[in-house]
């Protein structure tokens, strides 16, 4: 099952980069595993998926250590809110933190990964939607707050990420992918860091194709994957 749904999801991919003139190699298909079992998640790397997203480090950890004498090259992804006092942890399980939302998280995560020689990977979470339930920088702060944080010597920004608000037709959170869009193009037309902005990670279940044609290069699927 998980192998067809996995399949299905790489067609609706390749129609919708079809339709804007890109190629389908461009997208990266992150699975959310929260709440799955190991088991899923080999099933998962069986039909081709190298990138595995979890919500919480305490879960990540034991997926983790079930999952990686099998497939020592799959790259994790936090895609939770990270406190804090959990980025020791998170620091050695994640490749890429998706959720850094404050100067402090990004000293915190700084700090941890020189204590043991890492430059982490870390998006930028944006909260375009001003909506209290959800984390993230304003659009208007992120440029300053990506300045201060490209000074830490153990951190990497690859990218911005967004969670869109929850709506009841996906063509509505387009005006909302479309701004981070235009807010990753103006922090790399502005050179506001010395180096590009890459990775836009925008899209999940119910609206990837949408985040896609407004320029996601990344989504995030757990129903889509786990049960089609």
């Not at 201060?148 to 063509?171: F, R, S, T, Y």
């Not at 037309?189 to 119910?206: A, H, N, V």
């Amino acid at each position: 099952m998980i192998k067809e749904n996995i399949s299905k999801v790489k067609e609706r991919i390749s129609y919708t980069c079809s339709k804007i003139n890109q190629g389908p190699d461009r997208i990266t298909i992150v699975a959310i595993s929260k709440g799955r079992t190991p088991q899923q998640i080999k099933e998962v790397i069986a039909a081709g998926i190298t990138d595995i997203g979890e919500n919480r480090v305490q879960e990540a950890i034991v997926k983790y250590n079930a999952v990686r004498p099998y497939a020592v090259q799959l790259k994790w992804h936090l895609v939770g809110h990270l406190q804090t006092n959990k980025a020791k942890e998170a620091v050695r399980v994640f490749d890429l933190i998706q959720s850094v939302d404050s100067i402090h998280l990004a000293q915190e995560i700084d700090k941890q990964a020189a204590r043991i020689n890492k430059i982490q990977d870390i998006l930028i979470q944006v909260n375009r939607s001003a909506e209290a339930t959800k984390f993230g920088l304003k659009p208007d702060e992120t440029g300053e707050v990506i300045k201060e944080i490209a000074q830490l010597k153990n951190i990497n920004i690859k990218g911005l990420m967004a969670i869109a608000p929850l709506v009841d037709n996906p063509e509505k959170t387009r005006p909302y992918f479309r701004t981070l869009k235009e807010l990753i193009d103006r922090i790399n037309r502005l050179s506001t860091i010395d180096y590009r902005l890459s990775t836009l990670s925008m899209g999940m279940t119910d609206d990837f194709e949408v985040a896609i044609e407004e320029g996601s290069n990344m989504v995030r699927l757990g129903r889509a994957i786990f049960e089609g």
